[in-house]
């Protein structure tokens, strides 16, 4: 197995990031197969709209016996299908291995014929990377003999302690191609816990029949005490017990309550037994998901078909999607592969095509992003799935047994994440002694200040403030003020901001607008107004929206009067005065700012009119309401509030968030947390 699905779904992700309209394509299938499982997983993904006969071409049988007939059935579908999509994934047949000669010169006639450029995909596995390099020289040469191009070489599954050497041996056989190598990852390969109830033949005693989807990595056969057993669990470990040691079963069911140990993905117990009433009544009393499978099978035998158990990609485990995600944005040169591939990026974006490219950005240069609410279920969650996906590194604040505890029962694994005791002396000293002096003239003693920096919102603050994490994600469980207070005391405003504003980043079916201010200051004043604008215009760009600046008022032009619309008026005649190259229009009634044909009669001259990217509202109640209108009535992602305006990024969360939202607003924080790196590097 080359994981070579494992590259087509990462380059698929990042191809979505740039196209409203993705395909796949597998020329050859294997018709003794059921499905093909590469293309199950393909279009699956929520950015492909495709059905599964659609993906397919021939079967391997014709490619064998009538190589004619299958090249014009492939290159008529894939005719049909490039019509319809602006990028195609193609996957080559590639079922013995690349190193098949006739399989190879079959692909390479193929992905001439389409005028497919190639990515070829190696195994590592147990190659040298003199090996490597060879057989990579003999497939580039072979699609180079038929006329078709190879722009990269990945490496899969290599030995992880070998990539640079790898790397090196391949790019000094092919100077001129892009090479990479993925170590061997053991979320991907593992089995499902699914697949190991299958082949033990076992039925689920106890547990939550989601975890049966998670990985199992690596077996533990109990066949000694409990302490001896304790000492060799490791993450997301199957043990392997005798069905009538019910001795083991408790002590087992309480490790992954504890918080202090591993977490296991499932217990199997051997031998056919029944568990004893009172010790099944104990069990269900203190944990119901881990799953406990019983089998009738021995225990060596269970041991035997566990370990001959493999795992492959599949969209039904969000761990092993999320890990091959990672996988491939921290080995594959997507950047350059995207470039050489020359791939446009689409006038339209949508919600998911936005997401994708965040998310790819914050993985970029990782930052550290302090939650303060760390033993939130729902922060639990986004935590595994955020570092699972490599997007930042985390600080979870709480005591470390209760988070990891609670993890564990969740079943998730937040074993890369840092846990901190907001009540941790060392740390509660320093940031008493800076956050006491900081606030001196307001009279704060040490003394106060040491119970104060304990309040989580404060300790997290603190932890930005004092350069331990580069931003604060919080709200989840708190008010907004509780969130926010503490950084305008401890981070304050930006050189050249008068406030601290908002802004939602507001995902339409086909594009991304900025609204602003709708979480922070109930009625600004006109300076204020234009500082939000100034301000909404910078969030824009940085996100990757060209700034063409509304202020909204219930009056276009110069129509209206009043006090409200007066204050519209000369908020825009500072934004125009203070920054010249914004382009801005004001006072503008939301329909001219959105619809060309009504900015055609209202304001024929404007360079905003009709085709706004940054709305500023006059007031919260007006911004407020109207996004939360537009994210119920149109079905907009709205990603924020987004704080803008503070010397470094902390962002607020709902009480009603769900965990994509925590998500979401973790990569913004990241982000922006990058951008603050740069703006110093640059002042530097």
Same mark, same amino acid.
């Given at each position: ?518 979480? !922070? %200051? ?8 234009? /500082? $939000? ?5 910078? &969030? *824009?760009? @940085? ?106 990024? !902390? %962002? ?8 994509? /939202? $925590? ?5 913004? &924080? *990241?982000? @922006? ?12």
């Amino acid at each position: 197995m080359t994981g070579k699905s494992m590259v087509a779904f990462g380059l698929l992700e990042a191809l979505a990031s740039r196209s409203d309209r993705v395909g796949v394509y597998r020329p050859v299938v294997k018709a003794d197969r059921a499905r093909d499982y590469a293309v199950d997983l393909l279009i699956s993904h929520p950015a492909v709209d495709q059905t599964y006969d659609d993906a397919i071409g021939v079967d391997y049988q014709l490619m064998l016996s009538d190589p004619e007939t299958a090249h014009e059935r492939i290159l008529a579908k894939h005719r049909e299908l490039a019509a319809r999509y602006s990028v195609l994934v193609v996957l080559g047949s590639d079922y013995d291995d690349l190193a098949n000669p006739t399989e190879l010169a079959f692909n390479a006639e193929v992905a001439a014929n389409m005028g497919a450029p190639v990515i070829v995909v190696l195994s590592g596995l147990d190659r040298s990377p003199d090996q490597l390099a060879a057989l990579a020289a003999v497939s580039v040469s072979e699609f180079s003999g038929h006329h078709s191009t190879s722009l990269a070489v990945v490496v899969n599954r290599a030995d992880p302690g070998s990539l640079d050497a790898v790397r090196e041996a391949v790019s000094a056989k092919l100077p001129d191609t892009l090479v990479s190598a993925i170590p061997e990852n053991p979320v991907i390969l593992a089995p499902t816990v699914q697949e190991l109830k299958d082949a033990v033949g076992g039925t689920l005693l106890q547990g939550n029949p989601e975890w049966l989807e998670r990985v199992a990595i690596g077996t533990v056969i109990a066949a000694m005490s409990l302490p001896n057993v304790l000492s060799r669990l490791t993450e997301n470990c199957t043990v392997i017990a005798p069905g009538d040691r019910y001795d083991l079963l408790p002590g087992l069911v309480m490790a992954q309550q504890s918080g202090t140990f591993p977490s296991l993905s499932s217990i199997v117990l051997t031998g056919g037994y029944d568990v004893p009433e009172e010790v099944g009544r104990l069990i269900s009393g203190v944990q119901q998901d881990l799953p406990i499978i019983t089998s009738t099978l021995s225990t060596f035998d269970t041991a035997v078909s566990i370990a001959k158990s493999r795992g492959r990609l599949t969209a039904s485990s969000p761990q092993k999607l999320d890990a091959a995600r990672r996988a491939v944005a921290e080995h594959l040169p997507i950047p350059d592969l995207l470039s050489a591939l020359e791939v446009s990026r689409s006038e339209v974006v949508t919600p998911m095509m936005f997401e994708f490219e965040l998310i790819a950005r914050a993985r970029g240069e990782k930052k550290t992003i302090v939650l303060p609410e760390g033993d939130d279920p729902r922060i639990i969650e986004a935590a595994e799935s955020l570092l699972a996906r490599g997007v930042a590194e985390l600080i979870l604040l709480g005591e470390e047994n209760t988070i990891r505890a609670k993890a564990s029962q969740l079943g998730h694994d937040i074993s890369e994440a840092r846990v901190i005791s907001p009540h941790d002396e060392e740390h509660v000293e320093r940031f008493a002694q800076e956050y006491a002096r900081l606030r001196a003239k307001k009279g704060v003693t040490l003394e106060q200040a040491r119970e104060k920096v304990q309040d989580v919102s404060y300790f997290g603050t603190m932890m930005v403030q004092m350069g331990e994490a580069d931003g604060m994600v919080s709200g989840a469980a708190h008010s907004t003020a509780h969130t926010i207070r503490p950084s305008f005391e401890i981070i304050k405003t930006k050189p050249g901001a008068q406030i601290v504003s908002s802004v939602f980043l507001m995902a339409l079916e086909d594009r991304v607008l900025v609204y602003g201010d709708c979480a !922070v %200051n109930p009625d600004p004043t006109a300076e204020q107004l234009a /500082d $939000i604008a100034a301000q909404s215009a910078a &969030t *824009a760009a @940085q996100f990757g929206v060209q700034p063409r600046v509304a202020m909204l008022s219930y009056s276009t032009g110069t129509s209206g009067t009043g006090a409200d619309v007066d204050k519209v008026r000369e908020a825009t005649a500072l934004v125009r005065r203070n920054h010249p190259h914004l382009d801005v229009e004001g006072p503008i009634q939301y329909d001219a700012a959105v619809d060309a044909s009504v900015a055609k009669t209202k304001l024929p001259d404007s360079s905003v009119a009709g085709r706004a990217t940054v709305f500023v509202f006059p007031d919260l109640n007006t911004g407020n309401n109207t996004y939360k209108a537009v994210q119920r009535s149109a079905g907009a992602v709205a990603i924020g509030p987004v704080l803008q305006g503070l010397n470094k990024p !902390v %962002n607020d969360l709902s009480r009603g968030a769900l965990v994509d /939202d $925590i998500i979401n607003t973790v990569v913004i &924080t *990241a982000i @922006q947390a990058q951008a603050e790196s740069d703006r110093l590097d640059a002042a530097s």
